[in-house]
């Protein structure tokens, strides 16, 4: 079983910053994959950022340049660093894991973190 935990979140202003972290703890191999999702009040959930092995990483348009997803393999943590903020990323951010499935080749498991809210104030 994998346990993540995220940290980081809280009320900022307009163009602040805040960095998230996730650690992924328990039975954890190779791990294919980490991101961020987030979820803002009457929305659906949607990927904002995400690292694979190897270092590739992806982000949804609207926070290119502003936010960085990084990972520290020895510490099994994702992190996420959001830099001029801005009232519309207000949301409750979730991390998700993504690792093989022991045993069985081509499957994969997500696992999901409790999520951080993240408000930011015009």
């Known amino acids: 079983q994998v346990q993540l935990v995220e940290s980081g979140g809280g009320l900022v202003q307009a163009g602040g910053s805040l960095r998230l972290s996730c650690a992924a703890s328990?039975?954890?191999?190779?791990?294919?994959?980490m991101a961020w999702y987030r979820q803002a009040p009457g929305k659906q959930r949607e990927l904002v950022a995400a690292?694979?092995?190897?270092?590739?990483?992806n982000y949804v348009d609207s926070v290119k340049g502003r936010f960085t997803i990084s990972m520290d393999n020895a510490k099994n943590t994702v992190y996420l660093q959001m830099n001029s903020l801005k009232p519309d990323d207000t949301a409750v951010y979730y991390c998700?894991?993504?690792?093989?499935?022991?045993?069985?080749?081509?499957?994969?498991?997500?696992?999901w973190g409790q999520g951080t809210q993240v408000t930011v104030s015009s």
């Open positions: 998700k894991c993504t690792i093989p499935r022991p045993g069985m080749r081509n499957i994969q498991d997500d696992y």
């Open positions: 328990g039975t954890i191999g190779t791990i294919n994959a």
């Open positions: 690292i694979f092995s190897g270092g590739l990483t």
